[in-house]
C-alpha cells in the first residue's frame, strides 16, 4: 500500500543502515504497521537522520505547555503555509488522531484561521506562521499578543522551534520529492 519513497536520492537498503537507525525504523513499523517515508529518506544520511529525529523527539514529545495535538497544529499550518505535502498529510494525519477530529487537519490545511480551534490556538498559530514566513518581523508586539492569550516564555519557545524546525523539514520532503505514504490519508478519519 505505501507509495515509493523520493525520487531524487536513492533510498538506502534497510539491512546496509546502522544498526541504531535500522532498529529505529523496524519499531515504527512494529507501532504503525508500515514505515513512513520520512525515515527511508532520511536514512540517506546516517549522521543527519540520527540529529533530525532527536530534534524532533525533543521537540515532539516532551512535556509541554502545548498539547501533543496544538504542536501537530503548528506542523500542519506552516507545512501547509510552506507547500509541504508530505508534511500537510503525515501531520494532518497524526492531528486527527491527537485531537480526536476527523475535520481538524483539513481545515487547519487550508485556512487556520477558519478552523474551529480556540482563540488561544490561532494566536499559536498566528505567531507560528509569522515564525515560518516573516521571523525578521517579529517584534514585541507578537510576543505580548501571544504572551496575552496566556502562553508562556517556554511555551512561545516551543512554539518558534517547532516552526523553524518544520521549515527546515519542509524544505527536505520538497527537494527530495518524498511522497506521503498512502496509510496516512485514511489514519484519523474513521472510528476504530
Request: aromatic content about 10%.
Given at each position: 500500500m505505501t507509495q515509493p519513497i523520493a525520487q531524487r536520492f536513492p533510498t538506502p537498503a534497510l539491512d546496509k543502515l546502522p544498526e541504531d537507525i535500522r532498529t529505529r525504523i523496524m519499531g515504527v513499523q512494529e507501532k504503525s504497521g508500515f514505515v513512513p517515508n520520512v525515515f527511508l529518506s532520511l536514512a540517506y544520511r546516517p549522521d543527519e537522520f540520527r540529529a533530525f529525529f532527536a530534534y524532533h523527539?525533543?521537540?515532539?514529545?516532551?512535556?509541554?505547555?502545548?498539547?501533543?495535538?496544538?504542536?501537530?497544529?503548528?506542523?500542519?499550518?506552516?507545512?501547509?503555509?510552506?507547500?509541504?505535502?508530505?508534511?500537510?498529510?503525515?501531520?494532518?494525519?497524526?492531528?486527527?488522531?491527537?485531537?480526536?477530529?476527523?475535520t481538524i487537519a483539513d481545515q487547519i490545511a487550508v485556512n487556520y484561521r477558519k478552523a474551529d480551534i480556540t482563540p488561544k490556538q490561532r494566536a499559536m498559530l498566528d505567531f507560528a506562521m509569522k515564525v515560518s514566513r516573516s521571523a525578521e518581523t517579529i517584534g514585541e508586539q507578537d510576543f505580548a499578543e501571544v504572551s496575552g492569550h496566556g502562553f508562556s516564555d517556554d511555551d512561545?519557545?516551543?512554539?518558534?522551534?517547532?516552526?523553524?524546525?518544520f521549515a527546515l523539514s519542509n524544505r527536505m520532503a520538497n527537494v527530495t520529492n518524498m511522497k506521503p505514504n498512502d496509510e496516512f490519508y485514511m489514519m484519523g478519519r474513521l472510528p476504530k
Amino acid at each position: 500500500m505505501t507509495q515509493p519513497i523520493a525520487q531524487r536520492f536513492p533510498t538506502p537498503a534497510l539491512d546496509k543502515l546502522p544498526e541504531d537507525i535500522r532498529t529505529r525504523i523496524m519499531g515504527v513499523q512494529e507501532k504503525s504497521g508500515f514505515v513512513p517515508n520520512v525515515f527511508l529518506s532520511l536514512a540517506y544520511r546516517p549522521d543527519e537522520f540520527r540529529a533530525f529525529f532527536a530534534y524532533h523527539d525533543a521537540l515532539m514529545e516532551k512535556d509541554s505547555g502545548l498539547t501533543k495535538a496544538e504542536r501537530e497544529m503548528i506542523v500542519v499550518a506552516t507545512s501547509a503555509a510552506n507547500q509541504c505535502h508530505y508534511c500537510v498529510i503525515a501531520h494532518g494525519a497524526i492531528l486527527r488522531i491527537r485531537a480526536k477530529n476527523p475535520t481538524i487537519a483539513d481545515q487547519i490545511a487550508v485556512n487556520y484561521r477558519k478552523a474551529d480551534i480556540t482563540p488561544k490556538q490561532r494566536a499559536m498559530l498566528d505567531f507560528a506562521m509569522k515564525v515560518s514566513r516573516s521571523a525578521e518581523t517579529i517584534g514585541e508586539q507578537d510576543f505580548a499578543e501571544v504572551s496575552g492569550h496566556g502562553f508562556s516564555d517556554d511555551d512561545i519557545w516551543d512554539i518558534t522551534a517547532i516552526s523553524a524546525f518544520f521549515a527546515l523539514s519542509n524544505r527536505m520532503a520538497n527537494v527530495t520529492n518524498m511522497k506521503p505514504n498512502d496509510e496516512f490519508y485514511m489514519m484519523g478519519r474513521l472510528p476504530k
